[in-house]
């Protein structure tokens, strides 16, 4: 009897402990497959690593502030209805939500890091909201285009025209030729075009194909690139190489050749000082900020000295300088007028090499370009002054002479000499205007490898043109004092840009220092115009016509 009863409990006991374990089994299954189902994504985000125009707003460098962003490279800017200019939205700063920003990773490529995006405020989002960046543009013509795409009727027989992969179609056209056809007569790219994601992306993805140095193709057709051949032009006074991909793009490659966060010894004169990568990209980023849209799209990049430069390059003479250091790193110098030596090589670590890449502007056969001297040039000279230096009128010849006499040409000069300041570029000997456009053009602020040099001193000399003319246009002071404010700080939304950069996750492209002496030049700038003001009543060049509210 005692046998059967404990039997029976055992029968019990197990059963509600194989009962208890099938609960907790249940209930694991379910906590899993919750858990599965907060964390996929939609299939549509990962099925290409190129975003869509419809997801631009996701995207955090270059989102469209609205459903009617531009769909090719052809449409400008317009006036939307909840960007319509008036007294009211100078003070209109953005209530409410200032947009989450979607969690983004993106994979650093090269070193398999990943840089995120942290939910929350997005101050470069609303400082793009701001109507101040969504001014509206008048309806462009036919010849306020830079380029157009050639009719079959327009290209003879006998050129290479590549009819198999390109048409009038836009959607068939490499990114890189979208953008050549999207510059206009006043600006190199619309901020909200879709292609600008497309190309920077094409730029840190796509594979090299061939590295020459300072090459420049010539082609008699629009698509006649693959029937180009490249000439090595001798000259430059640092090492640069021009890239080729297999789409037939193009960009201008810069290498790393000191520390990011190495200031410029102050004892060298500001023509003896090294180019930096990262300057080429904090450039574009700073011009963007602006809101010129003079400088071509630049990205950072992890190259591989060995495999991607040194054995597929055609240029021999580069190739000769390829050698191995002393602790096994691959390095090379180039031929240059400075810096083009085994005493200053350019190295991989040991074949890893951190460049920039800059998308090549059309080619002079195809855009000529027109390089300007510049009014305010610098001597060039450990000795002597150039004459502006010496005379502090020297403003009111300047404004006597064609093409600064008439038209916008004094304040587009105006406007780089505040950009240079920013960045502290005392390298401006030049400039270069499309000659298509004539002077009603803007200006482009090419070369920019010598800025951001030094972040514990400003150079008060690179606003001469500022100070000694007493103009700027009303859109750029409207925009500076926009940056200066708490809610839209330069050095927070500049922090924010580039982080975007693939090679913000190896390390800040500009460190904290050069971040806060932004907000300091700012300070200065805006002071160097409340004096102008002060003193003349003609300082401001209204470009907004019957918009003449300025934000708090």
Not at 292 to 307: E, Q
Not at 407 to 427: E, H, P, Q, Y
Request: charge should be positive; include cysteine; proline fraction near 6%.
């Amino acid at each position: 009897m005692r046998q059967n009863l404990g039997r029976s409990t055992r029968s019990i006991y197990l059963s509600l402990a194989c009962l208890s374990l099938a609960l907790h089994l249940l209930l694991a299954f379910f906590c899993l497959s919750v858990l599965q189902t907060a964390c996929v994504l939609p299939t549509s985000s990962s099925s290409s690593s190129i975003p869509k125009a419809d997801t631009l707003h996701r995207q955090p460098v270059f989102h469209a502030s609205s459903s009617s962003a531009a769909s090719s490279s052809h449409k400008l800017p317009t006036s939307d209805k909840h960007h319509k200019l008036n007294s009211n939205t100078w003070h209109h700063v953005g209530k409410g939500s200032l947009g989450e920003a979607a969690e983004q990773e993106k994979t650093l490529i090269g070193a398999g890091k990943v840089i995120q995006k942290v939910k929350g405020h997005s101050k470069l989002e609303a400082l793009f909201r701001h109507p101040l960046y969504n001014l509206p543009r008048p309806e462009p013509q036919k010849d306020d285009w830079l380029l157009r795409v050639k009719t079959r009727e327009d290209v003879k027989e006998t050129e290479s025209y590549d009819k198999v992969s390109w048409t009038r179609d836009v959607k068939t056209h490499p990114p890189w030729l979208r953008f050549h056809l999207g510059i206009s007569r006043w600006e190199l790219y619309n901020r909200k075009d879709p292609n600008l994601v497309q190309l920077t992306h094409s730029l840190r993805m796509n594979s090299l194909y061939k590295y020459y140095k300072i090459s420049v193709p010539r082609c008699t057709a629009l698509f006649a690139l693959s029937a180009c051949v490249p000439v090595q032009k001798t000259g430059g006074t640092q090492l640069k190489l021009l890239i080729s991909f297999p789409n037939y793009g193009q960009a201008l490659l810069k290498p790393m050749k000191q520390p990011r966060d190495a200031e410029t010894n102050e004892n060298l004169f500001y023509f003896s000082d090294f180019e930096r990568h990262n300057a080429e990209i904090a450039a574009f980023h700073l011009d963007r900020l602006l809101g010129f849209n003079r400088i071509p799209p630049v990205v950072g990049r992890l190259i591989n000295v060995t495999t991607e430069i040194r054995e597929v390059t055609t240029d021999h003479r580069l190739s000769s300088t390829f050698f191995t250091s002393p602790v096994g790193n691959m390095c090379f110098y180039g031929l240059c007028e400075y810096y083009c030596s085994t005493e200053h090589p350019v190295c991989g670590q040991p074949h890893a090499l951190e460049v920039s890449l800059a998308a090549m502007l059309p080619d002079l056969s195809l855009a000529p370009r027109r390089s300007w001297r510049s009014p305010w040039r610098r001597a060039y000279s450990r000795t002597k002054l150039a004459q502006w230096e010496k005379d502090p009128t020297y403003c009111d010849t300047v404004k006597q002479t064609p093409p600064y006499n008439q038209g916008t040409r004094l304040v587009d000069l105006i406007d780089m000499a505040v950009l240079d300041f920013l960045m502290s570029n005392m390298d401006r000997h030049h400039y270069e205007t499309f000659e298509k456009f004539g002077n009603e053009t803007f200006l482009l602020h090419l070369d920019n490898g010598r800025a951001f040099g030094r972040h514990s001193r400003d150079e008060p000399s690179i606003l001469a043109p500022l100070q000694q003319c007493c103009r700027i246009r009303r859109s750029t002071l409207l925009r500076l004092r926009l940056l200066s404010l708490p809610s839209f700080r330069l050095s927070d939304v500049m922090r924010e840009s580039l982080a975007q950069d693939p090679l913000a996750g190896v390390a800040p492209l500009l460190s904290e220092p050069h971040l806060s002496a932004l907000d300091r030049r700012l300070a200065s700038v805006l002071q160097v115009v409340q004096a102008c003001q002060d003193q003349h009543s003609d300082v401001i060049y209204d470009d907004l016509d019957e918009y003449d509210q300025q934000p708090d």
